[in-house]
């Protein structure tokens, strides 16, 4: 009986901890540079995932819908990186990579167009 409730109690700190790992809430200006790594200017980004709810991610005036479909964890350097794919109200689809850093103060967010992609750092 003993061995039980420690399966089951282990199991649910797995759970607890890898849905605390998907809440990530940010929002400001953010500096955008292309895939040549040239500065092209700032914009406001603001940034809701949550791995138990609804997800949104918005582009200046261009609010998507998020959904995380993977998640890495590099425990050495305690960054986590979200595969995430954006979908706009016209039901165009991008996917980007959403990585934080330890304490959550930093956050980039890499879109992947077809024809290139934008880094947003925040």
Same mark, same amino acid.
Do not use: W
């Given at each position: 009986?003993?061995?039980?409730?420690? =399966? =089951?109690?282990?199991?649910?700190?797995?759970?607890?901890?890898? &849905? *605390?790992?998907?809440? +990530?809430?940010?929002?400001?200006? *953010?500096?955008?540079? !292309?895939?040549? @790594?040239? $500065? +092209? @200017?700032?914009?406001?980004?603001?940034? %809701?995932? &949550?791995? !138990?709810?609804?997800?949104?991610?918005?582009l200046g005036s261009m609010k998507m819908s998020a959904r995380i479909y993977t998640t890495k964890k590099d425990t050495k350097n305690g960054i986590i *990186? /979200?595969?995430?794919?954006?979908?706009?109200? %016209?039901? $165009?689809?991008?996917?980007?990579?959403? !990585?934080?850093?330890? @304490?959550? &103060?930093? =956050?980039?967010? +890499? +879109?992947?167009?077809?024809? @290139?992609?934008?880094? /947003?750092?925040?």
């Amino acid at each position: 009986m003993k061995r039980f409730i420690t =399966i =089951i109690l282990g199991a649910m700190l797995l759970l607890l901890s890898q &849905s *605390a790992l998907a809440q +990530v809430q940010k929002s400001g200006n *953010a500096s955008v540079t !292309n895939d040549r @790594g040239a $500065k +092209v @200017g700032t914009q406001y980004i603001s940034i %809701n995932l &949550s791995q !138990n709810g609804p997800s949104t991610v918005t582009l200046g005036s261009m609010k998507m819908s998020a959904r995380i479909y993977t998640t890495k964890k590099d425990t050495k350097n305690g960054i986590i *990186a /979200y595969g995430v794919t954006l979908t706009a109200s %016209n039901g $165009k689809t991008v996917d980007c990579v959403i !990585n934080t850093y330890p @304490g959550k &103060s930093h =956050i980039t967010m +890499v +879109v992947h167009y077809s024809d @290139g992609k934008l880094v /947003y750092e925040l």
